[in-house]
Nanobody
Framework: QVQLVDSGGGLVQAGGSLRLSCAAS????????MGWFRQAPGKDREFVAT????????YSTDSVKGRFTISRDNAKNTVYLQMNSLKPEDTAVYYC????????????????????WGQGTQVTVSS
């Protein structure tokens, strides 16, 4: 079993920054593909970014490219999402997610690709 704990959310003004953290336990982080998703009120949960097991490759959705950076520290069993130049439309509950298996795909970008989820952390960006 994998347990994930999200943290780091909060209220920030437009143009500001936040760093989200996701602490993993129950399995060595280097054996997990990790991702971040978000869900705004009344909307479906959407993909934000993913990072490979080694951290050598990342992929993010177009709306956050150049502003958000996913990273991982396998020694600390923690994944991060650095969010800069935040916009009001980034307001959502952010969830980290973990995948234990590999299927040959370069990146995993859908909810069904992940079997473990954090509890979520609220990010609110005011205009």
């Amino acid at each position: 079993q994998v347990q994930l704990v999200d943290s780091g959310g909060g209220l920030v003004q437009a143009g500001g920054s936040l760093r989200l953290s996701c602490a993993a336990s129950g399995r060595t982080l280097s054996t997990l593909t990790m991702g971040w998703f978000r869900q705004a009120p009344g909307k479906d949960r959407e993909f934000v970014a993913t990072i490979t097991r080694s951290g050598g490759s990342t992929y993010s959705t177009d709306s956050v490219k150049g502003r958000f950076t996913i990273s991982r520290d396998n020694a600390k069993n923690t994944v991060y999402l650095q969010m800069n130049s935040l916009k009001p439309e980034d307001t959502a509950v952010y969830y980290c997610a973990a995948r234990t298996t590999l299927s040959g795909s370069p990146y995993y970008t859908t909810r069904n690709d992940y079997g473990y989820w954090g509890q979520g952390t609220q990010v609110t960006v005011s205009s």
